[in-house]
């Protein structure tokens, strides 16, 4: 069980799981601008994997293992060359899809990106006059010379380097070569419209646009060469907690060092010389691995422009409207009282995040609610639930707000709606020293006609209205007594360190939630080995805690079928014989990004079924504040085994296999469990039930509809056979 290859590295998993979404923008089935999105998700993922995890891999030793919590043994060295492989691999792919299909395809369409030199006549005319009044004033040229040092890159913005030969010598003493560094200022559009109409819209790059009016800038010297390039640089940061007074003012001085992270990579525009590369790169500490000659567009995340353009709807996926969740269309605008006739399931962003929004606000409002605690993680730019929070600090009811200042990249968002609560009278905390509260939870605590109650949020997504439209996750609202205390003890742990004897219906990490999963894995062994029904279906973004892995070989090894849908990172390898023969691992992208947490046993025939916020990663289990809950209403618990987890067993239409090999291979079918989710939120009846496990025969029955999953292909594979 530690041998080395029975692992999956995880850098390498998540290269493939990029690579995954990369193949979302090769599909041909899917409209343009959906394909022209996934190539924009595809960097900006890029971005993040270098930022975080390349990064932390250039400050070990080339002879260290790379990513220990992998198991996998391969070292930093090796480990950085692969990456580097892959990704030049990767990126040329991208470029070239954008360059043969995607752009062509919108041109077509009427969407073109021109060069400058097809700008012409009256075109050209508002071209120009948009430079002069709108770019012009904002350039700042630098040369770089004794006088002129290198000016400080920023992460990720885009630069023009320009090699200038002297044409006149005027009355200013001036080389007669030298290198020029012109940013592309980040606050204007990175497209200038050309013609824009109906039907017709055409843009030049900024870039570009810049770069054809260098003599402008540079008057008296004669352009040699432009190149356009872009630097990323390490955005992480450790916080040592322990010797910090003030949290909050140790996050705010690492965001100012964050600015001058180390370089770990850098863009240039395909064609550069070899000098103006030399001239360029040294002044930065890179390997030539971290150079990539891109041929097109280096930032591929302002495309977003392109996407959100209004009209052009045949290229884009059928519009979907979020609908009310089903027992909240019986609700008379009173969700207390719904909430005390049973327990509401949301599946969001099939269901309206609006329920949740609803659910904080009235409580804001109504004098019969006496606190209202909550914990914030990622919650956008304009949430309204922290409009809600505030409104009731107003009221005088007792507000507690748990900001996780820690939520990478979002520190600063963080930093102002923990501020904006301060100012309303909430009180304000910042979790516990050494972890991230990563949980999702709302406590109501409520004086109703009978006694006093709680009602309690839990769920596997944040309370982000922008991503609760485009994220898969589930929620459950409840006002269950067992479960409310445990939410009460939570928030008592989270500000006052006062952890419980015992938990009575959640699981909370780092206190006990992987003993508690490889507890239910070693329970279906038992099962299987006493004859009963035993089954494990877990749904996760992540699977790469060690501990859990071998309780799950170990369950395969006992034959209890596994099956495991694993949006990104699975270090788990599937299909080895005598290790894991019995376990099925998938991963779905597609339109929505799949991002709830499922745990299924079926528990010698009384299943269990448990939500969580947590990945069974390390980092989850040892060093974040998460929460594990059950669904124990009958009605629910019955719609998450035989709609939500049948129907995503079933999608082969964006769902791929992984292989023992560690590539995935489709699944090669048209049944989109997105697409699926959308007609059952409608309404649209259909009937469904979990699938069962390989080797029994598949079967139509009236409207239920039953399959049996593929397999891993035969495939290469790592053990005894040849790659």
Not at 218 to 242: C, H, K, M, N, P
Request: aromatic content about 8%; hydrophobic content about 40%.
């Amino acid at each position: 069980m530690d041998d080395p290859a029975l692992f999956i590295n995880r850098e390498l998993s998540w290269l493939e799981f990029n690579r995954r979404v990369l193949e979302e923008a090769q599909d041909a089935t899917v409209p343009l601008l959906e394909r022209l999105k996934f190539l924009s998700i595809f960097s900006s993922n890029l971005d993040e994997f270098f930022m975080v995890r390349v990064a932390g891999l250039k400050n070990r030793e080339l002879n260290e293992i790379g990513s220990p919590e992998s198991n996998d043994g391969a070292v930093t060295g090796e480990l950085l060359t692969e990456i580097s492989m892959r990704t030049h691999e990767l990126v040329a792919a991208q470029y070239k899809v954008l360059r043969e299909e995607v752009l062509p395809g919108l041109a077509k369409a009427g969407l073109k990106l021109v060069p400058m030199s097809e700008v012409k006549g009256t075109d050209a005319h508002g071209v120009e006059s948009y430079f002069s009044q709108q770019v012009m004033p904002v350039l700042t040229p630098m040369a770089i010379d004794p006088a002129h040092p290198f000016p400080h890159i920023q992460n990720r913005a885009l630069y023009l380097a320009v090699l200038l030969k002297l044409k006149i010598r005027g009355r200013i003493r001036a080389p007669e070569t030298f290198l020029a560094i012109v940013p592309i200022p980040s606050l204007l559009p990175q497209f200038v419209p050309v013609t824009a109409g109906e039907g017709s819209d055409r843009f030049v790059l900024l870039s570009e646009l810049i770069a054809s009016h260098l003599d402008l800038m540079f008057s008296g010297y004669a352009v040699q060469e432009v190149a356009t390039f872009r630097l990323t640089r390490d955005q992480d940061f450790e916080l040592a907690e322990t010797e910090s007074e003030d949290l909050l003012k140790q996050i705010q001085s690492e965001l100012t060092k964050r600015k001058r992270g180390a370089e770990v990579r850098l863009d240039v525009s395909k064609g550069i010389s070899e000098t103006l590369q030399r001239a360029l790169t040294g002044w930065f500490e890179l390997d030539p691995g971290d150079i990539y000659e891109i041929d097109g567009p280096l930032n591929l995340g302002s495309f977003w422009a392109w996407v959100n353009l209004p009209g052009y709807q045949a290229l884009r996926d059928e519009t979907y409207q979020p609908q009310p969740p089903r027992r909240v269309r019986r609700h008379k605008g009173d969700l207390f009282s719904l909430i005390r006739q049973g327990d509401v399931l949301l599946h969001h962003p099939y269901e309206m995040f609006e329920t949740v929004t609803e659910f904080v606000e009235q409580a804001a409002k109504d004098p019969d609610v006496l606190g209202i605690k909550q914990t914030l993680y990622r919650t956008g730019r304009s949430p309204a639930i922290v409009a809600a929070l505030a409104q009731a600090a107003g009221r005088d009811k007792e507000v507690t707000a748990l900001v996780e200042l820690k939520a990478r990249f979002d520190e600063e968002a963080n930093i102002e709606w923990a501020r904006t609560l301060e100012r309303a009278g909430a009180h304000v905390v910042y979790g516990l020293v050494g972890l991230k509260t990563h949980c999702k939870v709302t406590l109501v605590v409520r004086r109703d006609a009978d006694r006093i109650r709680r009602y309690v949020h839990l769920s596997t997504g944040n309370y982000n209205p922008t991503t609760a439209k485009i994220y898969t996750d589930l929620g459950v609202i409840t006002c269950d007594d067992k479960i409310a205390e445990d939410a009460s003890s939570l928030f008592n742990m989270m500000t006052g360190y006062s952890v419980p004897p015992k938990w009575q219906r959640l699981a909370v990490a780092p206190h006990g939630m992987r003993e508690f999963v490889i507890e239910r894995i070693e329970r279906e062994i038992a099962h299987k080995e006493a004859g009963r029904d035993a089954r494990i279906i877990v749904k996760l973004n992540s699977l790469v805690d060690g501990d859990v892995i071998r309780a799950l070989y170990r369950a395969s090894r006992a034959g209890v079928p596994i099956d495991l849908i694993v949006r990104g990172i699975c270090c788990l390898r599937p299909g080895v014989p005598g290790v894991s023969e019995t376990i099925r691992v998938r991963s779905i992208i597609g339109r929505y990004l799949e991002h709830s947490r499922i745990f299924y046993v079926a528990n010698g025939g009384s299943p269990e079924v448990f939500l969580a916020s947590a990945d069974w990663m390390p980092r989850n289990f040892d060093r974040r504040v998460e929460v594990l809950f059950p669904v124990e209403d009958k009605e629910l618990k019955k719609r998450l085994i035989d709609e939500i987890l049948a129907v995503t067993l079933l999608d082969d239409a964006k769902a791929r296999i992984l292989q023992s090999d560690g590539t995935y291979v489709r699944a090669g079918g048209t049944l989109s469990s997105h697409l699926v989710f959308q007609e059952l939120a409608r309404g649209q009846d259909r009937a469904f039930q979990l699938p069962p496990v390989p080797g029994t025969a598949s079967k139509e029955t009236g409207k239920r509809k039953t399959a049996v999953l593929p397999a891993p292909g035969p495939g290469p594979t790592l053990f005894g056979t040849p790659q």
